[in-house]
């Protein structure tokens, strides 16, 4: 089989990791090809300014569409909202910490007035509004190892990025402060991995079995608020579904950029309707966008 992934260092990992179980499934090796896309080329550090409509993805899935490779992983929470109607996620690994983190010398508690965060989210800007107005916010991009370079180097004195992404690079010694979920949100799908191929490939049966239900239900319900609410990234939102004890849990949280809440939601359901606790949510929020 063959793989498509794009070639940063956390999507190679992300892939070699999801490759090694599915190894052990069929007994074969899985060849990877990177394939570049429009988002790893562009270099403005604004991104949410621009049609973020599968910046990440489309390459990918043009590549599993016209079988150049059997199946594609991504970051769940990269994935556009729409999928190609040809297309199918198959499989969402076990989920790894969603959390949110502060890389930082200071805590949270401890970052003063004035102290610079880098930052191209509209959701974390917005949560930083919420809680810390007086930061100065600056936009910063590039791979995972380049941000925590630019605190390490002083050039910014913070940032916020997800404790999945540091934690699959063995790079989560950086991490100063965890942010509890209900407390600075995550996106939906942070931390999940979804593994996509072609709806007729008769490699899908075998690749649903790296499907971990619950993970997948999570994040479902969560995209589904976005789904129903027909925005992608672009909107400060904040999804969180967790199933404990056996009780499945949708949060979100609605802001403006400033950092005002405009409404938040918590629903309660079974973890098969995960997909109408979002939609119900998303119908909600309707009112407050
Ligand atoms: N938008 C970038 C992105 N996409 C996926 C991750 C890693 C975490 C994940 O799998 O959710 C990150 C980095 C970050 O937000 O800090």
Same mark, same amino acid.
């Given at each position: 089989?063959?793989?498509?992934?794009?070639?940063?260092?956390?999507?190679?990992?992300?892939?070699?990791?999801?490759?090694?179980?599915?190894? $052990?499934?069929?007994?074969?090796? =899985? %060849?990877?090809? #990177?394939? *570049?896309? +429009?988002?790893?080329?562009?270099?403005?550090?604004?991104?949410?300014?621009?049609?973020?409509?599968?910046?990440?993805?489309?390459?990918?899935?043009?590549?599993?569409?016209?079988?150049?490779?059997?199946?594609?992983?991504?970051?769940?929470?990269?994935?556009?909202?729409?999928?190609?109607?040809?297309?199918?996620?198959?499989?969402?690994?076990?989920?790894?910490?969603?959390?949110?983190?502060?890389?930082?010398?200071?805590?949270?508690?401890?970052?003063?007035?004035?102290?610079?965060?880098?930052?191209?989210?509209?959701?974390?800007?917005?949560?930083?509004?919420?809680?810390?107005?007086?930061?100065?916010? $600056?936009?910063?991009?590039?791979? =995972? %190892?380049?941000? #925590?370079? *630019?605190? +390490?180097?002083?050039?910014?004195?913070?940032?916020?990025?997800?404790?999945?992404?540091?934690?699959?690079?063995?790079?989560?010694?950086?991490?100063?402060?965890?942010?509890?979920?209900?407390?600075?949100?995550?996106?939906?799908?942070?931390?999940?991995?979804?593994?996509?191929?072609?709806?007729?490939?008769?490699?899908?049966?075998?690749?649903?079995?790296?499907?971990?239900?619950?993970?997948?239900?999570?994040?479902?319900?969560?995209?589904?608020?976005?789904?129903?609410?027909?925005?992608?990234?672009?909107?400060?939102?904040?999804?969180?579904?967790?199933?404990?004890?056996?009780?499945?849990?949708?949060?979100?949280?609605?802001?403006?950029?400033?950092?005002?809440?405009?409404?938040?939601?918590?629903?309660?359901?079974?973890?098969?309707?995960?997909?109408?606790?979002?939609?119900?949510?998303?119908?909600?929020?309707?009112?407050?966008?």
């Amino acid at each position: 089989m063959i793989v498509g992934t794009r070639g940063s260092q956390l999507a190679l990992k992300q892939t070699k990791d999801v490759c090694a179980d599915l190894s $052990k499934i069929t007994g074969q090796d =899985i %060849e990877i090809n #990177i394939i *570049k896309t +429009k988002g790893d080329k562009i270099t403005d550090s604004q991104l949410y300014n621009m049609d973020s409509k599968g910046l990440f993805t489309k390459e990918l899935d043009k590549a599993v569409l016209e079988e150049e490779v059997d199946f594609s992983v991504h970051s769940f929470k990269d994935l556009p909202t729409e999928l190609d109607e040809d297309l199918e996620i198959v499989a969402v690994p076990k989920r790894e910490a969603p959390n949110e983190v502060l890389i930082s010398d200071k805590s949270w508690d401890e970052l003063t007035e004035g102290s610079t965060l880098g930052t191209s989210s509209l959701r974390r800007e917005a949560f930083c509004n919420l809680y810390k107005k007086d930061l100065q916010l $600056k936009p910063i991009r590039g791979n =995972i %190892e380049t941000r #925590i370079n *630019k605190v +390490k180097d002083t050039s910014l004195d913070a940032t916020i990025m997800a404790q999945a992404g540091l934690k699959r690079l063995n790079l989560d010694n950086n991490i100063k402060t965890i942010f509890p979920l209900d407390y600075f949100t995550p996106a939906a799908g942070q931390g999940a991995l979804a593994v996509i191929t072609r709806k007729d490939s008769d490699k899908k049966e075998v690749i649903s079995k790296l499907n971990h239900y619950q993970s997948m239900q999570e994040v479902f319900g969560e995209k589904s608020i976005l789904k129903e609410l027909g925005v992608g990234c672009q909107w400060p939102i904040g999804a969180i579904a967790r199933f404990n004890n056996n009780k499945f849990n949708l949060y979100s949280i609605l802001l403006t950029q400033e950092g005002e809440i405009l409404k938040e939601c918590n629903e309660t359901g079974s973890i098969k309707d995960a997909e109408d606790l979002g939609r119900k949510i998303g119908m909600i929020f309707k009112d407050y966008v």
